[in-house]
């Protein structure tokens, strides 16, 4: 019931910035926890950042949490009234450099969930290239 798309990806240096978007459609953006997950070459999908649903209209409602790897320089956050999650990714390294993959869950009882099998929602992925 809900559809995302992500963007934002792109070719960055080692120490340099971007931002990924996951636009959503369907239930409003606030309804549903919201997860960034990765997948790099030769590896299994891995979690990277989560945020909560919010309780209202608001650019960056809701708890968040993080993989340690990417602790401190990423931020997950949202922006209910554009139906839009973001990932702000600094200190770019290249073990960063990996297929990003937005995902959603409504309802259920998981606070914060990380788990893959906790979100039946996902974007098709947009590319991040980090060069040393």
């Known amino acids: 019931q809900v559809q995302l798309v992500e963007s934002g990806g792109g070719l960055v240096q080692a120490g340099g910035s971007l931002r990924l978007s996951c636009a959503t459609s369907?239930?409003?953006?606030?309804?549903?926890?919201m997860g960034w997950f990765r997948q790099a070459p030769g590896k299994e999908r891995e979690f990277v950042a989560v945020i909560s649903r919010s309780g209202g209209i608001s650019r960056s409602g809701g708890s968040t949490n993080y993989a340690d790897s990417v602790k401190g320089r990423f931020t997950i956050s949202r922006d209910n009234a554009k139906n839009t999650v973001y990932l702000q990714m600094n200190s770019l390294k290249p073990e960063d450099t990996a297929v990003y993959y937005c995902?959603?869950?409504?309802?259920?009882?998981?606070?914060?969930?990380?788990?893959?099998?906790?979100?039946?929602?996902w974007g098709q992925g947009t590319q991040v290239t980090v060069s040393s």
């Open positions: 995902a959603a869950r409504y309802l259920g009882a998981t606070y914060l969930p990380s788990s893959i099998s906790d979100y039946p929602n």
């Open positions: 369907g239930r409003t953006v606030s309804a549903y926890t």
